[in-house]
């Protein structure tokens, strides 16, 4: 692919229930990734932007979606949150100032 | 951690031997990964800059080393380039040119 107007990572670190830490994986991210990989397919959107699985990001309040070139970091991503996200980052370019972490975590 | 001055991203797809397509694990992307941590480590970068292993990051001309907020990729990374990256990418801010992969790539 050519290079993306923007590349949207989602952290599914996995370390298993119960862990003290926590995980993306735990929290929820398979659906976060299955609703984005969803809608970009539905949206025809796979040509303009990336979406790539990682490993861990870093903070652990998932799941955790960071989208460059800006670098915003969003934490506690729901699948319901990914239409905003599309919306209002992706094609508005206006992140979306609700889902982002605080600054000291990001 | 704050957000990162640059974020490294190492691709670790793994498609076994001698799949048709290859992979960024089966190239070599495990050492790479290695010397861009210890890196890192010994030269006291980690609270300047990120590194976060991942999926498929799309072309397959690994192992592939991908770098934000600029949006450069890097292709056939060995171990060797590892200080070349860190030393004009990461601090001081000049891409480097000979290890990027073509345009049509990405």
Redesign the interface.
């Known amino acids: ?4 107007e923007k ?1 949207v ?1 989602i952290c ?1 670190q996995n370390r298993g229930p119960g862990h003290p830490r926590g995980s993306c994986a735990q929290s929820g991210a398979g659906t976060v990734w299955d609703e984005f990989a969803m809608a970009f397919q539905q949206r025809n959107l796979n040509g303009r932007f ?1 979406l ?8 652990c309040n998932g799941p955790h979606v960071l989208v ?4 915003v ?1 969003y934490g506690n991503v729901s699948a319901a949150d990914v239409a905003t996200i599309i919306d209002e980052h992706l094609l508005s370019d206006t992140p979306v100032e609700k889902l982002q972490v605080p ?2 975590i ?1």
Do not use: I
């Open positions: 692919m050519p290079k993306p590349h990572f599914g990336a790539t699985n990682t490993g861990c990001l870093g903070p460059y070139p800006e670098g970091m600054p000291f990001w």
